[in-house]
């Protein structure tokens, strides 16, 4: 907190010396205020805590007591410090090829665990494989980024990263997977041979998505044309 000064007098509005003043928290047992909460005043009076700490985020007052007198403060607020911290509170899941992923969450936290409201998260791929939609989003008051556009084309296994462009925060999400779509496309990859009667040498058919994904686990059928 900055400085915070107390004035003592006296019932004639004399400064008065020399007296002990301590300061509390409200409301009471929420988090602690820390630093030297008992401060004499000086010859004007005057009490000052210079190394008052709060950790927690929220909306408080100062009650200072000098005595049998007492005085509140104006409220104030503690808010979020320096992000310090990314975790995926909804995790990337397995999605077919150029479908949109479901939903995914990141939170940032401050040194002291208090959501940071306001912080950009960016999104990545942690092997640089191109990902689709808006990788750019602002966490709200509740320290989350949501990102609900995000598009992958090509199969594979991936984890995604969270990262800010301005301070040294990420974090690295479970695996999932990436699967082809339906067929597209299929191509005879090995094309059948003259051949005697009775034999025929090894025929390929590859299949494809629309994404040009190789398409495993699709049965093939072949006919016979003459």
Known sequence: LSNVVVNGKDVYNNNKPDQNVTLVLSPTGVTPLSGTLTQATDISGNATFNDLVITLTGTYSLTATAGSVNVVSNNFN?????MSVY????????TVAGATMAALVVNGKDAYGNNSNGQQVTISTTDGTLIAG????ITDGSGNAAFNDLVMTLTGAYTLKATNFALPVSATSTGFNITAGAPNAVTFSTQPTDAQAGTLSNVVVNV????NNNKPAQNVILALST
Do not use: E, M, R
């Open 78 to 82: 503690i808010i979020a410090g320096t």
């Open 87 to 94: 975790t995926f509170s909804t995790q990337p899941t397995n």
């Open 134 to 137: 808006t990788l750019d989003q």
């Open 208 to 211: 494809k998505d629309v994404y």
